[in-house]
């Protein structure tokens, strides 16, 4: 997001999708869509919203797909993270510098450790709208519509909270743009500090088994960035100057529709909401309304692909997005669970493989591990997290694909969501700092962690 590349990509225009128009996703099935009690105010703020100036250009989406398309050659590594669902009412300073903070912090660990750049692209600046397995959440005998994310309605468990408001939808855009500023404005500031190890909470290091391996890699960090400080007699501004891009999950499409815009200069129609939009796993049909809005727009986009998937499910669900087979066009996000992924991975992995589809395989860690513990919480196991990223890593190794990147659900925090870590969280833990509204998240420090352990299984 810097967040200006020196050389912006030329725009190549793929063939325009036969028959595709913003609006052409209406004359499918679209699932997970609420349902709005009024469809004149909804039509009003869809106006509302395609009125207001784009919160990305076409140029860094384009600059995005170059770089992903790097990434899927194994010159870059993606990391893709931020919040399970992002509210309206943790928009603010601390919240938005302590994600921005963990993820460059992880991404120098990886940078330093994999030898690559990392390809940075958080979950946040309108990761807003939720999916959701139930149509209806039921508390002591009372039954109301479920929370579907802060653009659609309220978390409070009251009638009136869950009623679907599309006013909400400009809220949702407003508060992005307050995000995507900050961010922006954070990054030109540079966040010296972030390059220094010795500024970073590191205190729960040395409670880990691995504490000598992570206090030599936090060294490491220290040791290069001293030297190129010295070298340049200042600070460099290649430090300082970072890519920056957003995602999130296209699922409220009436919203993503208004944000659709034509681009004069690169000859196509753009999601201009989001860098790197993606299909949830529950609807990822092929035939589904959300795999129809895709195919038309220029972003990168991505898939989530669960463990039903079956290769010949995968294969027309590539071609249908990336008919021409256009490098960092698209990314696969699995998300199989750590004790699934062994069996369900690679069939699929082989498949791809064997008929020369190019797509950017990425994993998510999370969400194939929720469970929920005796005392009512929804979490996820560290360990699981972690095997299930390890056996990505020897599953595409043996598969002869590449593993490009990883997706987690994290915040800058020290929220206590997931069990496990260094700091061993338990069960008990779990009362503590639960704040999440939807799914349960790393905290900054098993965050940090997990970026570390990347480096051990596939860097030094
Ligand atoms: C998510 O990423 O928050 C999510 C709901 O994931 P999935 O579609 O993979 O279940
Ligand atoms: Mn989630």
């Given amino acids: 997001m810097s967040i200006a590349p020196v050389h912006a990509p030329v725009a190549t225009a793929p063939q325009a999708a036969q028959g595709w128009t913003p609006s052409s996703w209406r004359d499918k099935p679209a699932l997970q869509m609420p349902v709005y009690p009024d469809a004149a105010e909804l039509a009003a703020a869809q106006d509302e919203l395609r009125a207001l100036p784009p919160l990305v250009t076409s140029r860094e989406i384009l600059s995005l797909k170059q770089q992903l398309a790097e990434a899927q050659e194994g010159r870059r590594f993606l990391l893709q993270g931020g919040d399970c669902a992002e509210s309206f009412s943790e928009c603010n300073a601390e919240v938005i510098t302590n994600r921005l903070k963990v993820l460059l912090q992880m991404s120098l660990v990886l940078v330093h450790g994999l030898k690559v750049p990392v390809v940075r692209v958080g979950r946040f600046a309108g990761q807003y709208a939720k999916p959701r397995s139930a149509d209806m959440e039921t508390r002591d005998g009372v039954a109301l519509p479920s929370y579907r994310g802060d653009i659609v309605n309220g978390p ?47 205190g729960w290091v040395g409670q880990s088994p691995h504490a000598a391996e992570y206090q030599k890699m936090v060294e490491n960090i220290g040791d290069a960035v001293r030297f190129m400080e ?56 092929l035939d589904g309304a959300h795999v129809e809005y895709f195919r038309g727009i220029q972003n990168p986009v991505a898939v989530k692909v669960g463990p039903s998937v079956t290769p010949e499910q995968l294969l027309p669900l590539i071609d249908a997005l990336n008919p021409d087979n256009e490098p960092g066009r698209l990314g696969l996000i699995h998300r199989m669970g750590a004790q699934q992924i062994a069996e369900k991975l690679p069939p699929l992995l082989e498949a ?87 799914d349960p998240r790393l905290n900054y420090e098993q965050a940090l962690e997990i970026a570390m352990l990347i480096v051990r299984k596939r860097g030094a």
């Fill in 230 to 285: 010295t070298l340049a007699g200042r600070q460099m501004q290649s430090l300082n100057r970072v890519d920056f891009y957003t995602s999130h999950e296209a699922l409220l499409l009436p919203y993503e529709e208004a944000q659709t815009r034509k681009v004069p200069r690169a000859d196509g129609w753009f999601n201009l909401s989001t860098h790197f939009p993606w299909i949830g796993m529950r609807t990822a049909a």
């Fill in 352 to 438: 791809v493989r064997r008929e020369g589809r190019r797509v950017l395989w990425i994993c998510d860690a999370m969400h194939g591990n929720t469970e929920s513990t005796r005392n009512g919480y929804k979490t996820r196991r560290f360990e699981n997290i972690r095997s299930e990223i390890e056996q990505a890593f020897d599953l595409h190794a043996a598969a002869g694909t590449r593993l490009g990147g990883v997706h987690l659900e994290l915040t800058g925090e020290n929220v206590t969501e997931c069990l496990g870590g260094a700091r061993e969280l338990t069960e008990l833990d779990l009362q503590r700092a639960y704040r999440t509204t939807v």
């Fill in 156 to 202: 409070e468990f009251t009638a009136q909270a869950r009623i679907p408001d599309p006013r909400r939808m400009i809220k949702a855009h407003a508060r992005s743009a307050m995000t995507m500023n900050f961010v922006r404005s954070l990054i030109d500031g540079g966040f010296a500090d972030l390059h220094h190890p010795e500024y970073w909470g590191l």
